[in-house]
């Protein structure tokens, strides 16, 4: 089956600071790509997503390329806020007709003031 | 709009006792899900149920069954409770089985001593 090996956390930066979240899966077929947020206490938000090759998803100033012959798809932010604290979890549809979610283990970003 | 709603917020359960934990949407989606959040392992989905009148197993579904009450709501029926059920449960939904982009509740906090 699908799987997605997220960069481990906790990352803590300073606010302004570049942010990048790598994630890289493994797959059949062709499988569409998320990035999901979850802010305390909460449920889990979808951020953004890409659904074929070299799609590139954006939001809220983060963005991530689906890059096929890498299999990565790497969360980037050019300067972090304080709100942006959370935790980021990359995922990925299994392939076949039920497209259920695969993910990530989660990274915690913390942003300091 | 409520979204995804999801009752209790917490529980505490000793070993043994059973509880079902319910979840509602109101977007008029055909697919639900439930999943469970354990720290370092991401969501596993337990139970999905891709339209009302079915339901199938995900990755762990020992231990749990499912009700696809009507298409509003999916209850997650824990039998009789173990300490590895401690973790935290969140029901989703999504337009149908094929759609990628799945809408979270705000989860429930199980404890079983």
């Known amino acids: 089956g699908n799987s997605v090996t997220q960069m481990e956390g906790p990352v803590t930066l300073s606010e302004e600071a570049f942010l990048t979240i790598n994630c890289t899966y493994t797959a059949t077929g062709y499988p569409s790509l998320f990035w999901y947020v979850q802010y305390p206490g909460e449920g889990l938000q979808l951020l953004l997503k890409?659904?074929?090759?070299?799609d590139k998803g954006s939001n809220k100033g983060f963005e991530a390329t689906y890059r096929k012959e890498t299999t990565s798809f790497h969360l980037e932010k050019g300067s972090v806020q304080v709100s942006d604290s959370a935790v980021y979890f990359c995922?990925?549809?299994?392939?076949?007709?039920?497209?259920?979610?695969?993910f990530g283990s989660g990274t915690q970003l913390t942003v300091l003031p | 709009n409520a979204g995804v709603t999801q009752t209790p917020k917490f529980q505490v359960l000793k070993t043994g006792q059973s509880m079902t934990l319910q979840c509602a949407q109101d977007?008029?989606?055909?697919?639900m899900y439930w999943y469970r959040q354990d720290p370092g392992m991401g969501l596993r989905l337990i139970y999905y149920s891709a339209s009302e009148g079915t339901t199938d197993k995900g990755e762990v579904p020992n231990g749990y069954n499912v009700s696809r009450l009507n298409k509003r709501e999916f209850s997650l029926r824990l039998e009789s409770a173990a300490p590895s059920q401690t973790s935290v449960y969140f029901c989703a939904s999504s337009v149908g089985i094929r759609t990628d982009t799945q809408y979270f509740g705000p989860g429930t906090r199980l404890t079983v001593l």
């Open positions: 890409a659904t074929k090759a070299d």
């Open positions: 977007m008029n989606h055909n697919s």
């Open positions: 995922a990925t549809t299994a392939s076949g007709s039920a497209r259920q979610l695969t």
